[in-house]
Nanobody, 129 residues
Framework: QVTLVESGGGLVQAGGSLRVSCTAS????????VAWFRQVPGKEREFVAA????????HYADSVKRRFTISRDNPKNTCDLQMNSLKPEDTAVYYC??????????????????????WGQGTQVTVSS
């Protein structure tokens, strides 16, 4: 399995931008689809975005579509989530997840946390109003 470490979280004002990154180690990163989830206290972890192993397939939650962009750099073992036009409701701990067997499909069905076998420790993103 791959080991994931998130970075880049912080505090930003509403309307601002932030980039969070996920760095992988321990296995061949290009074998894995990667996703970002987020969680606020008292709520379930929710899907944000996913990218296929080659980077050609992408899928976004409706709440972040056209504001967030997921990308990856396989030679560098990284996956980034660029977040623009941030809103207070984007405040959460953001988690990177990866799985060799998950297939990214851009459709109405969003993945659950159970479909990803590797997880990072999370990074806090706080958007002030």
């Amino acid at each position: 399995q791959v080991t994931l470490v998130e970075s880049g979280g912080g505090l930003v004002q509403a309307g601002g931008s932030l980039r969070v990154s996920c760095t992988a180690s321990g296995d061949t990163f290009s074998k894995y689809a990667v996703a970002w989830f987020r969680q606020v206290p008292g709520k379930e972890r929710e899907f944000v975005a996913a990218i296929s192993w080659r980077g050609s397939g992408k899928h976004y939650a409706d709440s972040v579509k056209r504001r967030f962009t997921i990308s990856r750099d396989n030679p560098k073992n990284t996956c980034d989530l660029q977040m623009n036009s941030l809103k207070p409701e984007d405040t959460a701990v953001y988690y990177c997840a990866a799985d060799q067997f998950y297939t990214v499909v851009d459709g109405p069905k969003f993945p659950s946390t159970a479909e990803f076998g590797s997880w990072g420790q999370g990074t806090q993103v706080t958007v002030s109003s």
